[in-house]
Structures are given as C-alpha cells and as structure tokens.
C-alpha cells in the first residue's frame, strides 16, 4: 500500500512538473483521479487495483494540497512538491471504514491488525494514516468529538520573539535555548553518511548503516517534537495571550538586523536562515501555541513582525543603530539597554497590546 501510494505519488508530480515546464496548467485532484482509474485499467500499472483505492486518492489529494500551498504567497516557504524515495518511510491514508477494537485496529483491504494501543481513541473516527518509520509501522487516528467550551483563561500576557541564535525570547526575559538536538546529531549523521558512501552497494552493512541512519533521523524529529510540545505546553497554561509575529507576512532577512550586508550575502542568508527556521521548527511552535491556548480558553495573537528589532520598547524609537549587535539593543534617542530578543519580545507584546483595545 506504502509503494503503491509512493507510486501515484511520483507518478502524478512528474506529470505535473513536466506540464509546469511546457508552461501547462497543472492536472489537480479531480482530473488526476480520473488518470488513476485509466492507470489501473492499464496492462502496465493495473497492479494498482491490489491497493486500497481511497488510499490512492488520498494520495493525490495531498498532491493536490502541496502544490496549492506552493503557489500561496501567503505561505512563502512551501516549496514545490518532492518526488517520494524508496526504502525507509512512507505512508498511506485510510479515509473510511477504520475500526478499532480493544488492542487491534482494522483496515480496509488489510484486516484486523494487532497494535500497541498508545492511548484511548475517544470520538468518532474520521481516517486513519499508517506510516513506516524506522523502528516499525505506526497508525495515528483522526477523531472527531464535541468538546465542551474551555472557561476563560486568567492569566498574564507575553510577546514571544523567534530568533536564530536564541530560539525563543519572551517579553518576561526568558530566552529558551535554540533546538540543538539536532545539530548535536549531525555530526554522528554526518559521520554515518560518509560510511554509507564507502560500502558497497546492495551489501549487508550498507543496509545496516542506512538503517542506523534512518533511526537517527527518527529520534531527531522525536527530540525536536518533544521539546517544542514542553515549551508550548508550559506557556500555555502561565500565559493567557500570546502574541507572536505573523511570519507569513515575510521579513525573513532578520539574520540582517542592525548589521550592513551586500546583496550577494543576503540571498545565502536567506536560503540558510530558511534551513534554521525549519529546523528549529517555529510554525510548528506557532501551531502548537494555537490549539494549546484555544483548548485552555487563552489566544493566540499573530502581529505584523516589521522592524521589531529596531524599535525600542520603552520609547518607541525606531532605528538600524539601535541595534549594535545581534545580542544587545541600545536605544540612540533614550539610552534603553537591553538584550536584543527580549526588547524585540516586548514590542511584540506591546503590538498585541495595542491590537487588542483596538
Ligand atoms: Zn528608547
């Protein structure tokens, strides 16, 4: 089901790319699916009946989705899709018909399968995504349940200032710590990379060490997930609005604060900070903060990030000298003096402030 889906896959973006490049409309969700029942009916690719075919479908769906997210300026770091490798990983979507029964959960065209039961599954099941991951097959299940309305949440407000070498700056002073894990494993990644390359192909060792390596990269994503569920969780419930920048509206030349860079440097900044973002995962801190708070009766508040760094908290002052240096913010007009991130969490705050009484 995994390479069947891998297959619609790569099959409907190389299409797709390719129509790109004539500078042909893209086929999406509807059209596609009517290739998928052509393909199956095909001598060549009739082995996809074997598979479930909503899966399929999914399959494409998700096409579809990443590459209207490509093309939405709103959402400036999607990139176009990628072509899905073989081996470790993959996944396929089951969208009805799932059931779970004590420790066992059945799946269309599979059957009943015996799992590990993490937790309870309350609420109506609406699909179910089985995944390949290193260490063996995972099932998470989307439920659908009324959940009563969360009483209002008392407590202070905060400005969280996401930054590059410090991760998270807030408005009360706390700097968190950028996410390390994984550059603390990339060495060890590194390392295993360049043993790979040495062994010969289709060897036994090689398998192995793709198998260590693949590991590797499931316990960096475990780390990264663990840490930003502790920070999001723990400011959740001190904090009852947190006002954070709208990324999406850009700015993402913010390595540049206060410092004087030609043109040329600034694009490798760019695609370098784009690298950091996403590892350190701030949209998905965002996300977590969002249905942390709403689940917790709090907000939270998104405000256009605009020269954050240059503008004094206490004053207001707005101005490139300010910034004397990537850690410290002093204030040409009133002399404030203050670590940088957190100065740029208090304007952050104070934005969220205004909008509000607004
Ligand atoms: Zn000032």
Same mark, same amino acid.
């Given at each position: 089901?995994?390479?069947?889906?891998?297959?619609?896959? @790569?099959?409907?973006?190389?299409?797709?790319?390719?129509?790109?490049?004539?500078?042909?409309?893209?086929?999406?969700?509807?059209?596609?699916?009517?290739?998928?029942?052509?393909?199956?009916?095909?001598?060549?690719?009739?082995?996809? &009946?074997?598979?479930?075919?909503?899966?399929?479908?999914?399959?494409?769906?998700?096409?579809?989705?990443?590459?209207?997210?490509?093309?939405?300026?709103?959402?400036?770091?999607?990139?176009?899709?990628?072509?899905?490798?073989?081996?470790?990983?993959?996944?396929?979507?089951?969208?009805?018909?799932?059931?779970?029964?004590?420790?066992?959960?059945?799946?269309?065209?599979?059957?009943?399968?015996?799992?590990?039961?993490?937790?309870?599954?309350?609420?109506?099941?609406?699909?179910?995504?089985?995944?390949?991951?290193? @260490?063996?097959?995972?099932?998470?299940?989307?439920?659908?349940?009324?959940?009563? +309305?969360? @009483?209002?949440?008392?407590?202070?407000?905060?400005?969280?200032?996401?930054?590059?070498?410090?991760?998270?700056?807030?408005?009360?002073?706390?700097?968190?710590?950028?996410?390390?894990?994984?550059?603390?494993?990339?060495?060890?990644? &590194?390392?295993?990379?360049?043993?790979?390359?040495?062994?010969?192909?289709?060897?036994?060792?090689?398998?192995?060490?793709?198998?260590?390596?693949?590991?590797?990269?499931?316990?960096?994503?475990?780390?990264?997930?663990?840490?930003?569920?502790?920070?999001?969780?723990?400011?959740?419930?001190?904090? &009852?609005?947190?006002?954070?920048?709208?990324?999406?509206?850009? @700015?993402?030349?913010?390595?540049?604060?206060?410092?004087?860079?030609?043109?040329?440097?600034?694009?490798?900044?760019?695609?370098?900070?784009?690298?950091?973002?996403?590892?350190?995962?701030?949209?998905?801190?965002?996300?977590?903060?969002?249905?942390?708070?709403?689940?917790?009766?709090?907000?939270?508040?998104?405000?256009?990030?605009?020269?954050?760094?240059? +503008?004094?908290?206490?004053?207001?002052?707005? &101005?490139?000298?300010?910034?004397?240096?990537?850690?410290?913010?002093?204030?040409?007009?009133?002399?404030?003096?203050?670590?940088?991130?957190?100065?740029?969490?208090?304007?952050?705050?104070?934005?969220?402030?205004?909008?509000?009484?607004?």
């Amino acid at each position: 089901m995994v390479g069947h889906a891998r297959f619609v896959w @790569n099959k409907a973006l190389r299409l797709n790319l390719d129509r790109l490049e004539q500078g042909l409309p893209i086929v999406w969700y509807d059209d596609l699916c009517g290739l998928l029942r052509l393909w199956k009916q095909s001598e060549e690719y009739g082995f996809l &009946a074997e598979a479930n075919a909503q899966s399929l479908q999914q399959k494409l769906r998700d096409l579809d989705r990443a590459f209207t997210d490509a093309f939405d300026s709103a959402q400036p770091m999607k990139r176009l899709p990628r072509f899905k490798k073989r081996g470790v990983g993959g996944s396929f979507r089951l969208p009805q018909d799932v059931k779970v029964e004590n420790r066992r959960v059945f799946l269309p065209k599979i059957g009943w399968v015996g799992f590990f039961k993490s937790r309870e599954v309350p609420g109506t099941i609406k699909n179910a995504t089985v995944t390949r991951e290193a @260490n063996g097959w995972y099932v998470s299940i989307q439920t659908e349940a009324e959940i009563p +309305e969360p @009483n209002l949440h008392i407590g202070p407000a905060i400005g969280v200032d996401r930054g590059v070498a410090v991760f998270a700056a807030t408005s009360d002073g706390e700097l968190v710590d950028p996410v390390n894990s994984y550059a603390k494993s990339m060495e060890r990644l &590194a390392r295993l990379q360049r043993k790979l390359a040495r062994q010969r192909k289709g060897s036994r060792n090689r398998a192995k060490t793709r198998a260590r390596i693949a590991r590797l990269h499931q316990s960096i994503r475990r780390q990264r997930a663990d840490f930003l569920h502790k920070v999001s969780t723990r400011w959740s419930k001190s904090h &009852a609005l947190i006002v954070l920048e709208d990324l999406r509206i850009g @700015n993402m030349t913010r390595s540049a604060r206060g410092t004087v860079e030609s043109p040329g440097s600034r694009i490798a900044q760019k695609s370098g900070l784009n690298r950091a973002i996403l590892d350190q995962g701030w949209d998905e801190l965002g996300r977590m903060l969002g249905y942390k708070l709403r689940e917790r009766g709090g907000h939270r508040l998104l405000v256009p990030p605009q020269q954050s760094s240059q +503008e004094c908290s206490e004053c207001g002052h707005v &101005a490139p000298e300010n910034r004397t240096s990537r850690d410290v913010f002093r204030c040409v007009a009133c002399g404030h003096t203050e670590h940088a991130d957190v100065n740029a969490a208090k304007v952050i705050l104070a934005r969220g402030t205004a909008a509000r009484a607004a």
